[in-house]
């Protein structure tokens, strides 16, 4: 039985500055790298649309990211949107954890 490799969140950065990982469109999932598909004009146009609606409704509350990574015990996915604590500079040097998260949405037409 062949077991896979699990990849650390640290990994997975080195991984990225070594440029391993340049051009290629993944997520690190549970321990895994994962491929990602492209995204279709319609998730992409539904996903912004969100964003901006809850960037206006969340002014000065939080804040909201698009399509950015947020960190994990062993994950970085990239959720759609990312509702997040403020201030936004904060993430300058790091991304998002569980404990500044309020809220993430995926938009999903086909799949789960």
Same mark, same amino acid.
């Not at 070594?18 to 321990?31: H, N, T």
């Not at 319609?42 to 996903?47: K, L, N, R, V």
């Given at each position: 039985? &062949? /077991? %896979? +490799? &699990?990849?650390? *969140?640290?990994?997975?950065?080195q991984m990225i500055?070594? !440029?391993?990982?340049?051009?290629?469109? *993944?997520?690190? %999932? +549970? !321990?895994e790298i994962v491929e990602m598909s492209p995204e279709s004009p319609?998730?992409?146009? /539904?996903?912004k649309r969100g964003a901006k609606y809850l960037e206006e409704l969340l002014i000065d509350k939080a804040d909201v990211r698009f399509n950015g990574p947020i960190t994990l015990s062993n994950s970085e996915p990239e959720p759609d949107i990312a509702i997040v604590r403020l201030p936004e500079s904060a993430y300058n040097h790091r991304h998002p954890q569980p404990e500044d998260i309020f809220w993430i949405v995926e938009v999903a037409k086909t799949s789960l």
């Open positions: 039985m &062949k /077991t %896979l +490799a &699990k990849w650390s *969140v640290h990994d997975y950065h500055q070594a !440029g391993i990982l340049r051009d290629r469109r *993944v997520e690190l %999932l +549970a !321990g319609i998730h992409y146009s /539904t996903a």
